[in-house]
């Protein structure tokens, strides 16, 4: 129930007619079609949908990764419709965590200083010893000297996982967290994201095939073909 008082705190997100296409003039593929969303700051909200049905691609473009071709985009009262990809870069550090499914690693860097490089950017202190301490939580502190190539693909996902939540951001995002995992580590990785968010309020938004993990969710929206068209919130 949405309150009837104004709140001090924007919303963690709010989109507006949000549309993304590509490929060239004549040839546009319409991938998003306008979406509306509001996600209040504090929400733990799991994307569901097919396949194609434009998660991932959503998710890309609330949190910055990718810009919106229409509509508008204010992300934590901050506003994202227009700014250049530097500007963007710069508004995501240390503020925006983002967990893709392709786990972008930097290979020439082992698991510790993947996960320590973008506090280390950020300017915040202690990060090597925040990221030894995230990997650990993650279940992988016997592995911060080794490289994502010596890593099983869980553990990389772990990795990611570990880098993501270890400059506490407000607002995460996560596109299938639990996908390569078997379901004790994935049961111990929803564990984690959920007591972080215990911990800092942050805002959780998650796209899942994972029931477990969609019913501990507040809120759950599904897709269909580039639009939003069922925005369940739980009692
Ligand atoms: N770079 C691209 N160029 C053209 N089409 C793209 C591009 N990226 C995604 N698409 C198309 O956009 C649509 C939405 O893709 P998206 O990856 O967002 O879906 P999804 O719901 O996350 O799917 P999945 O569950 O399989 O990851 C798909 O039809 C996809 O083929």
């Given at each position: 129930m949405p309150s009837t008082f104004p709140s001090e705190t924007p919303p963690a997100i709010a989109a507006n007619g949000l549309t993304l296409s590509l490929g060239g003039p004549g040839a546009e593929v319409p991938i998003l079609r306008g979406v509306d969303l509001s996600v209040p700051a504090g929400q733990t909200v799991a994307l569901l949908g097919a396949s194609g049905s434009g998660k991932s691609s959503l998710m890309a473009v609330l949190s910055g990764l990718e810009r919106g071709t229409g509509g508008s985009l204010d992300v934590a009262g901050q506003?994202?419709?227009?700014?250049s990809e530097d500007a963007l870069a710069r508004a995501r550090r240390g503020r925006i965590g983002i967990v893709l499914?392709?786990?972008?690693?930097?290979?020439?860097?082992?698991a510790l200083e993947n996960v320590a490089t973008p506090m280390e950017l950020a300017g915040m202190d202690g990060a090597m010893e925040r990221a030894e301490a995230e990997l650990a939580a993650v279940g992988l502190g016997h592995r911060i000297g080794h490289y994502p190539t010596q890593l099983s693909g869980g553990e990389q996902q772990r990795v990611a996982i570990a880098r993501a939540l270890a400059p506490r951001p407000p607002l995460l995002f996560a596109d299938e967290?639990?996908?390569?995992?078997d379901s004790e580590t994935g049961d111990a990785i929803i564990d984690l994201l959920f007591a972080r968010r215990a911990e800092t309020g942050a805002t959780l938004f998650l796209i899942t095939h994972d029931p477990t993990l969609a019913e501990k969710c507040e809120r759950v929206l599904e897709m269909h073909d580039g639009r939003i068209v069922s925005d369940t919130v739980r009692a």
């Open positions: 506003d994202f419709t227009g700014l499914q392709a786990f972008h690693l930097l290979p020439t860097m082992t967290p639990t996908g390569n995992l």
